[in-house]
Each structure stands twice: as C-alpha cells, then as structure tokens.
T-cell receptor
Framework: KAGVTQTPRYLIKTRGQQVTLSCSPI?????VSWYQQTPGQGLQFLFE???????NKGNFPGRFSGRQFSNSRSEMNVSTLELGDSALYLC????????????FGEGSRLTVL | AQSVTQPDIHITVSEGASLELRCNYS??????LFWYVQSPGQGLQLLLK??????LVQGIKGFEAEFKRSQSSFNLRKPSVHWSDAAEYFC????????????FGTGTRLKVLA
C-alpha cells in the first residue's frame, strides 16, 4: 500500500511569491491534514479536510489556504511568501480524522529567500 | 486550553541505557494519546497510541508508554536504547469531542552515545 506522497520535496522561493504544495493520501483515507514544522515551534496545525470540506483550521493568516479534491488529494497554497514561512510542511492522512492514526508524508521543505 | 508539554527539549543517553521521555497534557476529558518519532529528513511515524483500556501500551521498536490520568501524563519508555533510536519524538493528543483535532508537543530530540 503506497504511503502519503508529498510534492515537491524541496523548493526555494523568494519573498512575495506564492507556492502550492501537493499531498496524495493513502488510498481510502478521506481525511488530510497539514502541519507546519519549524525548529522550536514543533508542529503547528494548519487545517484538516475531510471529504472535500475543511473541518478544522489552525491559527494561521489567510495567506495560507488549502483544498481537497474528490479523490482526496489535497493542496495547500501560501501566497505573498514571507521569510518566516520557511519550514517543513507535513501532510498527514487518516481514515476518519482525529482518534485515528495519522500517516505522515516526508514533507515539503520550503525555503523563502 | 488544550496543550501538550514535553519538558525536555534534548536528551542524551548511552547506548544500552534506559530511556524515559516525558509528556504532560491539558485536556478536559480523557484524550486519545500518541507518540510519534521523526528521523532526520523524514515524516513522523507512529510508535504507539492509547485510546482506552490498559494504561500500559506497547508499541513498535520496543517502546512502551504509560497513561497516568492523575498526573495527566503519558511518558514514553524503552529499557535499552539502540543507536538507531536517535531521532525526535513527539507526543500528541487527539481530542475526543467537539471539533476533532490533534495537538502536538514541541518534541524531544534524543541523542544516543555509542
């Protein structure tokens, strides 16, 4: 069974640009959540989607957005990039969301110059 | 407010020594509890989880954790550490009511001395 796949794995952007990250969950998983990981801050919850609906959202500015498609694949977008957006962005999928085990991808490492 | 605290940012142990990583949580009810491990450049992998029942849970790679309701703790233990255990460990709480979500601690980085 294929795991969670995130693309791209690494990317470099400059301030003011925007970026789109993609996540393909494990087959059959309907919940996809996104986390931002930075040194010292740990994992900060961005949002969670279930069956194309955003169920939960963390405390991030509106520059961070996401969506989920009918095949459960998800994308997140960050517009008007800032230096502080440099981080590892992790996607996790699960069968039904909270209470179930999260399966993480290897992440997309974003560097903003 | 719901929160997870991992008081030790870094821990160093010698190979073969025992290990205990601390985790305390704040939540109004009994949460779902998890420990995840992250190796460098990798995503997180589940070590073990507690939902209900026996408060001592066994996980992969020889890890175990004990849920102590009175102390709001879920400490991770391993009797004998291997060099390959060097990684970052995250404790997490999954809420059991309302808007379901996970809350992660800030992690404990484990270094193993040969």
């Amino acid at each position: 069974k294929a795991g969670v796949t995130q693309t791209p794995r690494y990317l470099i952007k400059t301030r003011g640009q925007q970026v789109t990250l993609s996540c393909s969950p494990i087959s059959g998983h309907r919940s996809v959540s996104w986390y931002q990981q930075t040194p010292g801050q740990g994992l900060q919850f961005l949002f969670e989607y279930f069956s194309e609906t955003q169920r939960n959202k963390g405390n991030f500015p509106g520059r961070f957005s996401g969506r989920q498609f009918s095949n459960s694949r998800s994308e997140m977008n960050v517009s008007t990039l800032e230096l502080g957006d440099s981080a590892l962005y992790l996607c996790a999928s699960s069968l039904e969301g909270a209470a179930g085990e999260l399966f993480f991808g290897e992440g997309s490492r974003l560097t903003v110059l | 407010a719901q929160s997870v605290t991992q008081p030790d940012i870094h821990i160093t142990v010698s190979e073969g020594a025992s290990l205990e990583l601390r985790c305390n949580y704040s939540y109004g009810a009994t949460p779902y509890l998890f420990w995840y491990v992250q190796s460098p450049g990798q995503g997180l992998q589940l070590l073990l989880k507690y939902f209900s029942g026996d408060t001592l849970v066994q996980g992969i790679k020889g890890f175990e954790a004990e849920f102590k309701r009175s102390q709001s703790s879920f400490n991770l233990r391993k009797p004998s550490v291997h060099w390959s255990d060097a990684a970052e460990y995250f404790c997490a709480v999954g809420t059991t009511s309302g808007t379901y979500k996970y809350i992660f601690g800030t992690g404990t980085r484990l270094k193993v001395l040969a």
